[in-house]
Structure formats: C-alpha cells, structure tokens
C-alpha cells in the first residue's frame, strides 16, 4: 500500500503537479492527503438582493446633483445606510452632515431616502438653498398616506422603530402629539392608557423596512383592540423588503450559514439577519464586508447563503466570494423568488 502512494506521489511530480503533500497514517493505511486541496462549499444566493428602486435613485441623486452644482454638494445625514456607498460619494465630493445648520446658505443639500420631517424643507426654504429631495417615493407615499388621515381627525398609529430617521422624517409631517409611535405588541397594550388617542378614530401606517411577521403580529393585536382602525390601502412594507426576506426564507431553509451583507445601521439587512434565523438558519450573520469574515466560520458548512440589504452595492458581494474562493471550491447557485424592474424617476430640479 505505502509503496503504491510513494509511487502516485512520484507520478505528480513528475507531471508536475504543485500540490503539497503529506502521507497520513487513517485506519492501518496510509492515504496521501493533498495539502493544496480546497474543500467545496456551495453558495446559495437570494435573488432578490442588494439595491431597490429607491436606493439606486437616491445615489443617483447625489451623482447628478454633484454634476449639476459641482462639489461640494451636502447631504443631510446619510444617504443610505451603507458605509461603502457613503465612502464612494465622499470621494466624489459629497459632505455629509447631521443637520442643516451645518450647510452653507449657498451650497445644494440633498435630502436622505429615508425622509424628512417638514419642518427640514421649511428651513431651506427660508435660507433659500437649494435643495433636492432623495426620500424614496414609497416613503413618500406613507407621508401623503398619515397627512390624509390626519386631516380626517384621525390619530395616526405608527408602527417602526425609535429614532430611524424614517420613522423620525414620517412623524414629523404632523404636528407633535398627532402620530404616536410603537415598536411592540407591549406598546399596543400601553395605548389603552394614552390620553392622545382617547376617544379618536384611529389609524396606523408602519415604516417601510420593518419584518413582515412581527409587523403583522402588531397589526393583527392592533385591529383587535381598535377593530375600526384604518389600515392603509396598499401595504406600507415596501416591494424591495418583503421580496428580499421572502428570499432570505428560502435559502435559510437549505444553508448551513448565512452572511446577511449590509451595515449594522440598515433596518431592512437586520430584519434580514432575523428573518433567516427565524426560517431555520441559526448561524446568520450580519456582515458589512469581506474584512468582517473569517473563512474558519465556514469549516464544516456545505451550503453557505449570501443575501444582502436594500443599500448594499453587488460589490461587497463579489468581494466576500473572492475572498472564499482563496479557501474554498466555489459552486454558485442562486435562488430567485422573482424579478423586480421598479424605477424611480428623478426629481425635476435635476432634470433641467
Ligand atoms: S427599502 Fe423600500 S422604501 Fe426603502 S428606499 Fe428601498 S424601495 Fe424605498
């Protein structure tokens, strides 16, 4: 047996072949392990992933509102919650701020795709700046959606999560008192002791990135404590999250492990990273890029899913798998729910 190993050992050097080698002794044999050898690891991707609609737009935005005026261009907060897309418009020319005090009178501002409250617009009004208006249309429509029931008399429920800037940007169309907010079904039961709401038809709209699950276990408590509550006329969850964790079910069903690729700030990549350990995959993680990966998390994992938020660019994708091809034999699959083909269009003070 040894002598037939030394002789195969001897027949790829020989072809030169330039694996490493080591003879291990396994069971009264010996076997000729090639230390070269990469173990195989497919991966599964969720399709759809990555960029909607209103995140393409909102980049888009900064693009041609740095063509349009030149740099610097300033953004209030960030664009969209992605550190590398913040890094790449930087390096364009984009300055980024927390507030618009911090704006020049005589430099653009863009507003982020998560929305403003009103009284953001109205300051740049005053100061007669310039101003273009990122918020993604379909939190726009949430905006438009609580102003009409507001003028209704109706107190506005909101669904989503404390100190999100769209969450901020939406409870600030009404004046303060006239939204109120909750998170959980705890703060529904809480509602029955606020003196806002007492005796007021009542309606509810959520913030576009929630969970679908845990946001329909709010709405369901909601409706059966207040069963005449408005509800909105077309679902407030956008079409990019709920395909995207529609996805994430699907491949948490088969992989051993998933990297959810987005930033620790992005809502939507979180309900992501949730959704995939609540669907059967424990070992989800969150991942900004390739330098948070360790390749040892993946011994011993055959089927690997990769997904990724709403505001993380395809790039951070293409750099974890090159980056698991260096210890790994890569078989891609990729697992589509469906095709999206949603366009935004731009704001018409980009358009002259
Ligand atoms: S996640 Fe939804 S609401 Fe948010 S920017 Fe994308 S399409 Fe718009």
């Given at each position: 047996m040894f002598k037939d190993y030394l002789l195969y050992f001897v027949f790829l050097l020989n072809n030169n072949y330039e694996g490493e080698f080591q003879l291990v002794l396994f069971k009264n044999s010996y076997i000729l392990y090639d230390m070269n050898r990469k173990n195989e690891l497919t991966i599964l991707l969720a399709n759809p992933r990555g960029f909607c609609a209103g995140v393409e737009r909102a980049i888009e935005i900064v693009e041609k509102s740095l063509e349009k005026y030149g740099a610097p261009v300033y953004v209030?907060?960030?664009?969209?919650?992605?550190?590398?897309?913040?890094?790449?418009?930087?390096?364009?020319?984009?300055?980024?701020?927390?507030?618009?005090?911090?704006v020049p009178d005589d430099r653009p501002v863009v507003f982020s795709a998560h929305g403003v409250?009103?009284?953001?617009?109205?300051?740049?009004?005053?100061?007669?700046m310039v101003y273009v208006d990122a918020t993604?249309?379909?939190?726009?429509?949430?905006?438009?959606?609580?102003?009409?029931?507001?003028?209704?008399?109706?107190?506005?429920?909101?669904?989503?999560?404390?100190?999100?800037?769209?969450?901020i940007g939406t409870m600030g169309q009404l004046?303060?008192?006239?939204?109120?907010l909750v998170e959980d079904i705890g703060d529904v039961e809480d509602l029955k002791n606020n003196p806002d709401i007492a005796g007021k038809e009542l309606s509810y709209v959520t913030q576009t990135t929630l969970s679908i699950d845990d946001s329909l276990e709010i709405i369901n408590e909601l409706k059966a404590r207040f069963p005449n509550i408005c509800?909105?006329?077309?679902?407030?969850?956008?079409?990019?999250?709920?395909?995207?964790?529609?996805?994430?079910?699907?491949?948490?069903?088969?992989?051993?492990?998933?990297?959810?690729?987005?930033?620790?700030?992005?809502?939507?990549?979180?309900?992501?990273?949730?959704?995939a350990v609540k669907?059967?995959?424990?070992?989800?993680?969150?991942?900004?890029?390739?330098?948070?990966?360790?390749?040892?998390?993946?011994d011993g994992v055959q089927i690997l899913g990769i997904t990724a938020g709403?505001?993380?660019?395809?790039?951070?994708?293409?750099?974890?798998?090159?980056?698991?091809?260096?210890?790994?034999?890569?078989?891609?699959?990729?697992?589509n729910i469906g095709d999206e083909n949603v366009k935004f269009k731009l704001p018409n003070i980009l358009k002259a």
């Open positions: 209030r907060h960030e664009i969209v919650h992605n550190k590398y897309v913040i890094e790449s418009l930087k390096a364009k020319g984009a300055i980024f701020v927390d507030e618009l005090d911090k409250p009103k009284s953001v617009p109205l300051e740049a009004q005053n100061r007669n993604c249309p379909l939190v726009s429509k949430v905006h438009r959606e609580a102003e009409n029931h507001h003028k209704k008399g109706r107190h506005i429920i909101m669904i989503g999560h404390k100190g999100h800037p769209e969450v004046p303060v008192g006239e939204v109120t509800e909105p006329k077309k679902e407030d969850i956008c079409y990019a999250t709920t395909n995207r964790q529609e996805a994430v079910k699907k491949i948490a069903e088969k992989s051993d492990l998933i990297f959810v690729v987005g930033s620790p700030n992005s809502s939507n990549s979180n309900r992501l990273k949730e959704t669907y059967g995959c424990a070992k989800s993680y969150l991942v900004e890029n390739d330098s948070k990966i360790d390749l040892n998390q993946l709403a505001s993380a660019p395809e790039i951070l994708i293409d750099n974890i798998i090159a980056k698991i091809k260096t210890k790994f034999e890569v078989t891609i699959e990729i697992l």
